[in-house]
């Protein structure tokens, strides 16, 4: 049977590696201890961050407004990420990759793709949630809840879907001249859709974004004119746009060098070397979120106090069942509860 219709499923990925010619995988054994070690920590702070978050969005009332429950549903796309890269870092280095199968391969970069589909999908509805409601001059758009549910369930069906891609049948795994080089079971042709789709989903958010700008400067210009003294920003919706315009510009500049390498590697660039960069790029997506609860608790007052006062509750459960289980430790070992009353 012809190579180049026949089909490699049962093969490991060392046998993909070595078709898209790379020796080893990501960082070396000594390099990728330090890794892991290191990436747990941010990881887990990933995780409990953005989990605060979405705790403080739940449990706040006045945050039960449009643009909190997107900012939510973005925290649970940034928790995602954080299981993504914990996955990715213990299913990666030169002894494991290769070893590898197919279907370890798709749910590896399945999570990442997801999560970051899901990220970019968040945005690009919060950014048009922002230009409603700054359109209208208010501080929260009129969504309601079944339209802003609507939405939270078709940002995850199309990040799934697009995660699925690959898997579903657009790979190289029954024509191996197709294959790229940073991801040696996905076809060149769909680094180059993926890589093209979120740069123009990212140039229609700064458009969005700068519409917005421009349409503010003019407002607060024209209400500076009719009102005496300065104009009360917090009750306007510039504050939540930088808030939005700060998590978009860490975004972009965490994920376009990424999306750009891709591109590269799909357009079969041989001189770029576009291996050398895999383990710098995933460092800048991880960086992405660990800022964004950053990014929302420093722009937020509300939300940082609200955070701080979970912590609390959290540290005082946890000293007040210790001390419980401490009393009746103490009360069960008590000589005094074991010694019968004397009879008079």
């Not at 950014?127 to 969504?143: C, D, F, G, P, T």
């Not at 912590?311 to 069942?321: E, N």
């Amino acid at each position: 049977m012809d190579n180049q219709n026949k089909c490699y499923y049962d093969k490991p990925m060392g046998f993909f590696y070595n078709n898209s010619n790379q020796s080893s995988e990501g960082w070396e054994a000594t390099q990728l201890i330090l890794v892991q070690c290191v990436g747990s920590i941010f990881c887990s702070f990933i995780l409990v961050a953005n989990a605060m978050v979405i705790a403080a969005v739940v449990t706040n009332r006045r945050f039960h407004y449009p643009f909190y429950y997107l900012l939510a549903n973005l925290a649970a796309s940034d928790f995602l990420a954080g299981i993504a890269y914990i996955y990715l870092m213990f299913n990666t280095g030169p002894s494991v990759s290769p070893v590898l199968t197919v279907q370890k391969y798709f749910i590896r970069q399945g999570l990442l793709d997801t999560s970051l589909s899901a990220s970019l999908a968040n945005l690009l509805v919060i950014a048009l949630e922002r230009y409603i409601s700054v359109m209208s001059w208010k501080i929260h758009s009129n969504l309601n809840k079944w339209r802003v549910t609507l939405l939270i369930v078709l940002v995850w069906a199309i990040s799934i879907f697009m995660g699925a891609v690959p898997s579903l049948g657009w790979n190289c795994i029954c024509s191996l001249k197709s294959c790229s080089t940073l991801a040696p079971i996905f076809t060149r042709s769909y680094l180059i859709f993926w890589s093209v789709s979120n740069l123009v989903v990212f140039l229609i958010m700064v458009s969005i974004y700068l519409r917005i700008y421009i349409y503010v400067r003019k407002k607060t210009t024209v209400l500076k004119a009719h009102t005496s003294g300065s104009i009360n920003r917090k009750r306007t919706p510039i504050k939540l746009i930088k808030t939005v315009m700060t998590v978009l510009g860490v975004f972009v500049f965490c994920w376009t060098p990424g999306l750009v390498v891709l591109l590269l590697d799909g357009l079969k660039c041989e001189k770029c070397n576009v291996s050398k960069f895999k383990s710098w790029l995933l460092l800048l997506a991880v960086l992405n979120s660990v800022m964004n609860p950053i990014i929302y608790s420093y722009k937020d007052d509300e939300m940082w106090t609200t955070i701080k006062n979970l912590l609390r509750c959290v540290c005082t459960g946890t000293r007040r069942q210790r001390s419980s289980r401490a009393n009746i430790r103490a009360n069960s070992s008590s000589p005094e509860t074991n010694i019968p009353e004397m009879p008079l």
